[in-house]
């Protein structure tokens, strides 16, 4: 069992600049890879990006690709996403998913599981 408690979000203006957190706690970290997803108002859920258990190698949406970044720091058992020159259209509940499998693919059913999700507001 693996417990995720996202932070980080809030309200931005477009262009600007939010960093979110996701602590980890139970099951050994490094045995998962760790993956952000976000939900849109009316929306499906969807992959942003993801990174392999040692955080060598990761994975992202094209439309967030040379915006956002995502590290792990397994000393702290937290996974960050860096998110920059946000967009509108980058509004939504983002949550962090853990996979056990390892994998860093962009599929929903990798993830065993789930935050409760922090809100991203990105103003006009």
Do not use: H
């Not at 998962?32 to 969807?46: D, L, T, V």
């Not at 996979?99 to 789930?114: Q, V």
Request: aromatic share 12%; net charge positive; charged share 20%.
């Amino acid at each position: 069992q693996v417990q995720l408690v996202e932070s980080g979000g809030g309200l931005v203006q477009a262009g600007g600049s939010l960093r979110l957190s996701c602590a980890a706690s139970g099951r050994t970290f490094t045995s998962y890879s760790m993956g952000w997803f976000r939900q849109a108002p009316g929306k499906e859920r969807e992959f942003v990006a993801a990174v392999s258990r040692s955080g060598d190698s990761t994975n992202y949406v094209d439309s967030v690709k040379g915006r956002f970044t995502i590290s792990r720091d397994n000393a702290k058992n937290t996974v960050y996403l860096q998110m920059s020159s946000l967009k509108p259209e980058d509004t939504a509940v983002y949550y962090c998913a853990a996979a056990y499998s390892g994998s860093y693919r962009p599929l929903i059913r990798d993830y065993d599981y789930w935050g409760q999700g922090t809100q991203v507001t990105v103003s006009s």
